[in-house]
Nanobody
């Protein structure tokens, strides 16, 4: 097990975009699915899932604005966030899952996304 590493957060104005990344140092995540979560005011909320079969699903409030994906090299996961709103402000974290033991990893520190004018 390794600690996942999220990056790409920052301060952005409403309507702006960010792309978050999720990696597992030294581990290839090609066979893994991935979830993105966000936490604000102590409440963790599921945001999006990329299944091991390539299927995707999203929280209703982000549908049409966020896109989850994973590259075919190291299996780095991404969350492309467009048309950001102040209510998207949160600490975003990823988690991997799947039948391969390489998919069992630990929570990372997360990456802060702040949407504000």
């Amino acid at each position: 097990r390794v600690q996942l590493v999220e990056s790409g957060g920052g301060l952005v104005q409403p309507g702006g975009s960010l792309r978050l990344s999720c990696t597992a140092p030294g581990v290839t995540l090609n066979t893994c699915g991935m979830d993105w979560y966000r936490q604000a005011a102590g409440n963790r909320e599921w945001v999006s899932r990329l299944g091991t079969d390539g299927s995707t699903s999203y929280l209703d409030s982000v549908k049409g604005r966020f896109t989850i994906s994973k590259d075919k090299g190291q299996g780095t996961g991404y969350l492309q966030m467009n048309s950001l709103k102040p209510e998207d402000t949160a600490m975003y974290s990823c988690m991997t899952f799947g039948p391969d033991r390489l998919c069992l990893n630990d929570w990372g520190q997360g990456t802060q996304v702040t949407v504000s004018s």
